[in-house]
């Protein structure tokens, strides 16, 4: 993730890839330090679900969260 100050904007996501072709559900919008305290936050089967989405980069929760 090339952008990686604490008060970077970012969408937090939950991506479900069930069913058909799945569904991605934004969970926060705003700094990256809040949305890694919300994703910690989320049961692990749901982490296991998350990304962090940039203005130019996707990573997800799971190898941020450290």
């Known amino acids: 993730m090339r ?15 069930a069913g058909e072709g799945g569904s991605a559900s934004t969970l926060f919008y705003g700094p990256l ?5 919300i994703g910690a936050q989320q049961p692990e089967d749901v982490q296991a679900g998350l990304y962090l989405a940039t203005e130019n980069d996707v990573v997800a929760f799971l190898d941020l969260d450290d």
């Open 33 to 37: 330090s809040e949305a890694l305290q």
């Open 3 to 17: 952008t990686t100050f604490d008060q970077a904007s970012v969408r937090l996501y939950f991506l479900d890839d």
